[in-house]
């Protein structure tokens, strides 16, 4: 059972930066992983992906202001979000794939103030 554990969100002013971090644990498998996001009334849409490969993805409305990576070879990865707007606010969830079922973490709020 693969489990993931999310921190470093929190409240900013537009312009300004957070990094989130992520830490799935139960496998030793690198796993693909990324980060979605939801605001209030809006479905949960994809920021941004980084597969066992090494290949990454992101939205285009992040693309240039956010960076995930991942720590070494672990299950670690980060977002760091740059240049935040009012409309990045939302819950941010942390998302892994392991042998095609979907893990999902607990969310953690950015909310970005104007």
């Known amino acids: 059972q693969v489990q993931l554990v999310e921190s470093g969100g929190g409240l900013v002013q537009a312009g300004g930066s957070l990094r989130l971090s992520c830490t799935a644990s139960?496998?030793?498998?690198?796993?693909?992983m990324g980060w979605y996001r939801q605001a209030p009334g809006k479905q949960r849409d994809l920021v941004a992906t980084?597969?066992?490969?090494?290949?990454?993805n992101y939205a285009d409305s992040v693309k240039g202001r956010f960076i995930i990576s991942r720590d070494g070879a672990s299950n670690t990865v980060a977002l760091q979000m740059n240049s935040l707007k009012p409309e990045d606010t939302a819950v941010y969830f942390c998302?892994?794939?392991?042998?095609?079922?979907?893990?999902w973490g607990q969310g953690t709020q950015v909310t970005v103030s104007s």
């Open positions: 998302q892994a794939i392991r042998m095609g079922r979907e893990y």
């Open positions: 139960g496998t030793r498998i690198v796993l693909s």
């Open positions: 980084l597969d066992s490969g090494g290949d990454t």
